[in-house]
C-alpha cells in the first residue's frame, strides 16, 4: 500500500506576486509529481502576500470607488481558489509530461477554530498594508480594526491567530487521495469559521498554515508530513559561530530547545510545534523538515530533519 504524505509548502515556492508565482509553481510542481510517483500526496499552502494584496484591493475599492466590503475570511478563499489555480495548472502540465494518469484538485478548506481562543483578545498576525497613525486610529474608530506599529515601519492592521481545531473538509479531502488525486488543501492555513447557532461563520483572522497541515495530516492518517522552508535542515544557535544542523530530534529534545530559545516565534518554532503535534497524535507517522529541492533526498534519508517518536 501506497504511503500518504501531506506536504507543506513555504513562502519560497509560490512567490509575491501572480507573475512571479506562476513562473515559481512550474519548478515546484516538477518536485511535486516527482513525489507523486511514489506517495499519494496532499498539498499545502501559506498565502501571505497573495491574501495581503487581495485584502488591499478590496479596501482601495470599497474607499475610492464605494463597492461592498469584502470580509477578511472572503478574501482567504480567493487566495485558496487563485494559488490553487496555479499549481493545478502547472501540476497537470508536469503529470502529462510524466504520462502519469492522476488528476490535481483545489479543495476550498475551512478550519473550525474556538471562538473562545485567547489569540481572540490578543490579535497578533499584521495583515495588509502600512498606515500612519492618524490613518490607523481613524480605522479603529470607523470600522472597529485593531492596529499595532510594525518595528517603526508604520502601523499595520492585526487579526487573531488561533489554533487549528478540525479541517470541515478532511473527510472529502481523504476520499479525494483515495481515488488517486493529487490534493491541495488548507491553503493559507484554511479559512476559519466558528460555530454560531449550530452554523459556520466565517471569522477575521489567520491560522498558522503548518498547524493547520498537522491537522489534515492527523485526520487523513498520513504517514508522512513534509515541510518544506527556506533551509535543508533544522539548526541550533542559527546564523550563529556555533550553529549547527540537526538531523533528528525526538519531542523531548525539541521541547528543551524551545525551553531555551532556539526557535522563534513567525520562523521555526510554529513548523517544530506543527510536527510535534503530529508524531504525537499519529502513532508510527514521522515529520520532516528541510527545503524544497531538497524533498526527495531527504524522504530517502539522506538530509534533512526527522521530527519522531521513535528513541523517546
Known amino acids: 500500500m501506497r504511503k500518504k504524505i501531506v506536504v507543506a509548502l513555504g513562502g519560497n515556492a509560490l512567490g509575491n506576486t501572480p507573475e512571479e508565482q506562476l513562473k ?16 499519494d500526496v496532499v498539498v499545502t499552502h501559506g498565502n501571505g502576500p ?14 475610492e470607488v464605494n463597492t461592498p466590503q469584502v470580509p477578511f475570511a472572503e478574501c482567504g478563499a480567493m487566495s485558496q481558489g487563485y494559488i490553487g489555480y496555479h499549481l493545478q495548472q502547472s501540476i497537470q502540465e508536469e503529470l502529462v509530461k510524466h504520462n502519469m494518469r492522476k488528476n490535481c484538485v483545489t479543495v476550498i478548506t475551512q478550519v473550525v477554530v474556538d471562538k473562545k481562543d485567547k489569540a ?14 492618524e490613518e490607523a486610529e481613524k480605522m479603529e474608530l470607523e ?21 487549528p481545531m478540525q479541517i470541515v473538509e478532511y473527510k472529502t479531502i481523504k476520499m479525494l487521495l483515495e481515488n488517486k488525486n493529487i490534493v491541495i488543501a488548507g491553503g493559507g492555513g484554511g479559512i476559519p469559521v466558528v460555530y454560531h447557532y449550530n452554523k459556520l461563520r466565517g471569522v477575521d483572522a489567520v491560522i498558522d498554515k503548518d498547524k493547520t497541515s498537522a491537522r489534515i495530516a492527523i485526520d487523513i492518517k498520513a504517514d508522512i508530513f513534509l ?11 542559527y546564523n ?4 549547527e544542523k540537526l538531523d533528528f530530534l525526538t519531542p523531548k529534545m525539541a521541547r528543551q530547545y524551545m525551553q531555551t530559545g532556539e526557535f522563534k516565534e513567525g520562523s521555526m518554532l510554529p513548523k517544530i510545534e506543527a510536527c510535534l503535534s503530529f508524531v504525537e497524535h499519529r502513532r508510527g507517522g514521522q515529520a520532516l523538515i528541510t527545503s524544497l529541492d531538497k524533498a526527495s533526498q531527504a524522504l530517502q534519508g539522506k538530509t534533512g530533519t526527522i521530527i519522531s517518536r521513535e528513541g523517546v
Do not use: W
Not at 470600522?143 to 489554533?163: H, I, L, M, N
Not at 550563529?240 to 550553529?243: C, G, Q, R, Y
Open 24 to 39: 515559481l509553481v512550474k519548478q515546484t510542481a516538477k518536485y511535486i509529481v516527482e513525489l507523486a510517483d511514489t506517495y
Open 50 to 63: 497573495q491574501v495581503g494584496m487581495i485584502n488591499m484591493a478590496m479596501e482601495v475599492s470599497h474607499e
Open 120 to 133: 481572540f483578545s490578543n490579535p497578533t498576525k499584521p495583515i495588509g498594508s502600512f498606515y500612519t497613525k
Open 143 to 163: 470600522r472597529g480594526y485593531t492596529f499595532k506599529e510594525d518595528a517603526g515601519r508604520g502601523y499595520r492592521r492585526v487579526v487573531p491567530s488561533p489554533q
Open 227 to 237: 515541510i518544506l522552508t527556506a533551509v535543508e535542515k533544522v539548526c541550533i544557535n
Open 240 to 243: 550563529t559561530a556555533n550553529e
